[in-house]
């Protein structure tokens, strides 16, 4: 049990305003966490963490206690309500700030940006803290946007103790500034690193758009980009053609282990696996699909074909079969079956007896 809070007039009658203020507190909070919530969402902002809270009666009387006499009315206390949000990057904090300003007053004169106080042991302390009132008038209440780093710093703080009562040894201090320094790098690290990899990300897609695919490693941000070419289409219309069947949409990404494994190693030598085996692909399809009456086929059909006649073309055998099959499909002894019907089909095509 705490020590029991021994207020003054004062502070009772602040007390009393803040009972019957409370309801009103607690609409605030959930009305104001809705509306921010709602607004990072449309903007496409995601952060780790959201949580709001209405002041509980025992921490107001202490701090009444210890500040009453500076505040006139309930009115002046600021913190009544208080809403965190939580970010994985630095830059994110300000962007969460620029949503606030817009559907928020912010009280400009006590809000305070402690990431520019530069002390040395402050590091989780660094929030952002608006004042705030809704738009359309009410309590004011407050919202602290911190990284997930300097929440989880702070909350180790508050565990240890530093920041209590004991009075820590220099050489602890001296620690704990330290290891807040590299916290503090790392958080900053993090968010240039994530724009260097959005500047090389959008590097990647103006030189696929641009058709200078000798310049771009095959990855899965490349493969996807060069997908938004159509570069398959060709091949699967005429495939199609043979039954004049549908074409209906898949991912064609499960394949990329597949192209990784026959050394494809830039986006111009995906065009060129392309531009190689088309015409045996689309022999091996229509030794398939002309005995058959299929009249739907997946999108990624003129890519599966293009593997496997890769393998045949390069005497990869049953085993090269089975592991495409493998890897779109999952392993299972039915991929053995597959296997061997490729074979047996490619038998009588010219391709392979020219090989």
Known sequence: MGNKVTLDAHGEALMQQYRELKPTLEQLAKDAFALLSDALKEQGIYVTAMEYRVKKEHSLEGKIELKGAKYKSIDDITDLVGLRVITFYTDEVDKVAAIAQRIFDIDWQESVDKRRLHELDAFGYNSLHYI????????????????????VWSTIEHDTGYKGDVKIPREYLRQFSRLAGMLELIDNEFSRLRLVLTDYQRQIQALVKNGQLKDVPLSPDSFRNYLDLHPFDRLNKRIAAVNQAEIYPVSMMPYLPVLESFGIETLEDVQHFI???????????????AVTNLDILSSAKAL???????????DGGRKGLKFIYDTINGESDTNNILADMILEQARTLSFMNNN
Request: glycine letters at 4%; a negative charge.
């Open 132 to 151: 705030c009132r809704m738009k359309e008038g009410g309590p004011r209440f407050e919202l602290q946007m911190r990284t997930a780093l300097q929440h």
């Open 275 to 289: 531009d190689e085996n088309s015409e045996d692909a689309f022999q091996l399809a229509v030794s398939q699909l």
């Open 304 to 314: 599966e074909y293009l593997c496997l006649v890769y393998v045949l073309n390069h």
